[in-house]
Structures are given as structure tokens and as C-alpha cells.
């Protein structure tokens, strides 16, 4: 316990906001503007790299949050990268970047398969439509016919 009440450690500091948006995380139910005033003013308490990519990573494995609402985190940390670049050591704010933008980029595929998707089922669905009303049209010239 009083590793964690060392302000000075740095580590030590990110673990504990990182228990922090964890606990945030599972006493949530929904995503809400709270949760994600809460998550960024923990996220902005942040010293390490690594403690961000953390935080990221309990943020895709959280069920009930929107994939805009992660997009939105994964932005920020890469706006705070460009600003704050000169803090942090080269190699680790480009293992970050690439984290951050592989992480963009399988988003907005799963957008386009969600897309993708949608459209197809509202086509199958117009199609049923059609398909049945041809099939009642021809009942009632079956009926006609007889």
C-alpha cells in the first residue's frame, strides 16, 4: 500500500488511475457523458505511454461502450502525442501512434462491415416484399382465373 501513496512514482500514480477508469468501467452500465468526462479527466492524469495504451485496451473490452465513444479516447491520445511529444521517449510515442491508428483503422472496417450489412439486410428485406406481393398477386389471378 505504500508504493501506491507515493505520488513521486510514476508508475505507481498511472496504476492507480488506471484501477480508477477500471472501476469507472464496471460501475457503469451505459455510455454516457459523465463516463466519459470521468474516463478523459482520468486519462489526462496520465504520465506513461504504456498506462494509455492500457487504458485503451479496457476500453475495446468494454461491451456497452459505442465504438464513436473509443474512437473518440483514441483521437485524443493522439492529439495529447502531438502536443506532448517532447516528454516522452521517441520509440514509445510511436509504438502509441501505431497502436492508435491500427486501432482506427479495424474500427472503421468494422463500420463498413456494420454498413455493409445493414444495407444488405434492408435489400433482402425489400426483396421478401416483393417476393410475397408477386406471390399474393399471382394467388388472387390463380383465383380469378378459377
Do not use: W
Request: hydrophobic letters at 40%.
Amino acid at each position: 500500500m505504500i508504493l501506491f501513496s507515493d505520488r513521486n512514482n510514476q508508475r505507481a500514480h498511472d496504476i492507480m488511475i488506471v484501477r480508477q477508469v477500471r472501476r469507472l468501467l464496471k460501475d457503469a452500465i451505459d455510455d454516457n457523458d459523465t463516463l466519459k468526462n470521468d474516463i478523459r479527466q482520468q486519462i489526462k492524469g496520465l504520465i506513461s505511454l504504456d498506462s494509455q495504451s492500457e487504458i485503451l485496451d479496457l476500453l475495446f473490452h468494454t461491451d456497452y461502450l459505442n465504438l464513436n465513444t473509443i474512437r473518440m479516447f483514441i483521437d485524443e491520445i493522439l492529439i495529447d502525442l502531438e502536443k506532448n511529444s517532447h516528454h516522452h521517449n521517441p520509440q514509445e510515442i510511436i509504438h502509441l501512434q501505431d497502436f492508435c491508428n491500427n486501432s482506427i483503422n479495424l474500427l472503421e472496417i468494422y463500420n463498413l462491415i456494420e454498413q455493409y450489412r445493414t444495407d444488405h439486410l434492408e435489400f433482402e428485406y425489400k426483396n421478401e416484399d416483393l417476393v410475397s406481393k408477386e406471390v399474393k398477386n399471382n394467388k388472387v389471378e390463380i383465383l380469378i382465373f378459377i
